[in-house]
């Protein structure tokens, strides 16, 4: 399957901590993205690295890239109660994009 | 205008019916996608359309007919749909020259089939 492994499924932390997903794939990656999807709704482009980039960084985003391991992180810091939510890694090519399989955050009040 | 949107907002059909989905940008994007979603699960890649044509089917079944009347519109015509469609469909909208392929996405139609 092309399809990204992402850990953990779930993460339940509190407001002001930092959370960490995961992001792997089988497939070699082309460039990486980040996506957010609210509960039932739309899916949000939050960030995109390209296969040549190792780390970026987005106000309280964080995203590594490691392509000889076929993984990436997402790191929210300093973490708020709107951004509980679904995020999904997505392996980016020419018209096509391969999700992975999503962390459901739960950031506690 | 950075919005895809999608009608109806949720939609409840038996087996033997006939219904549309509807998607419109105003982005001027050129490629325009149909994905499904189970619960719990990713988006699963349905259909691409690049500049009108459609360009992928990742094996869909027939009851799923798609067709962009066009640049901005999409439909997604349904018909003898299963009870295990049922599921939330998005659509979304890219510049098809770009290979880093950011994808817009709208708020999606919540199928039910009965």
């Known amino acids: 399957s092309q399809q990204g492994e992402e850990d953990p499924q779930a993460l339940s932390i509190q407001e002001g901590e930092n959370a960490t997903m995961n992001c792997s794939y089988k497939t070699s990656i082309n460039n990486l993205q980040w996506y957010r999807q609210n509960s039932g709704r739309g899916l949000v482009h939050l960030i995109l690295i390209r296969s040549n980039e190792r780390e970026k960084h987005s106000g309280r985003l964080r995203v590594t890239l490691d392509t000889s391991k076929k993984s990436s992180s997402l790191l929210i810091t300093a973490s708020r109660a709107a951004d509980t939510a679904s995020y999904f890694c997505?392996?980016?090519?020419?018209?096509?994009?391969?999700f992975g399989t999503g962390t459901k955050l739960q950031v506690i009040p | 205008d950075t919005e895809v949107t999608q009608t109806p907002k949720h939609l409840v059909m038996g087996m033997t019916n006939k219904k549309s989905l509807k998607c419109e940008q105003h982005m001027g994007h050129r490629a325009m996608y149909w994905y499904k979603q189970k619960a719990k699960k990713p988006p699963e890649l349905m259909f691409v359309?690049?500049?009108?044509?459609?360009?992928i089917n990742e094996s869909v079944p027939s009851r799923f007919s798609p067709e962009c009347p066009n640049s901005s519109l999409l439909n997604l015509h349904l018909h003898a749909l299963q009870p295990e469609d049922s599921a939330l469909y998005l659509c979304?909208?890219?510049?098809?020259?770009?290979?880093?392929?950011?994808?817009?996405f709208g708020p999606g139609t919540r199928l039910t089939v009965l």
């Open positions: 997505a392996n980016a090519g020419y018209q096509k994009v391969t």
């Open positions: 359309y690049s500049y009108e044509k459609l360009s």
């Open positions: 979304a909208s890219s510049q098809p020259t770009s290979s880093y392929n950011e994808q817009f």
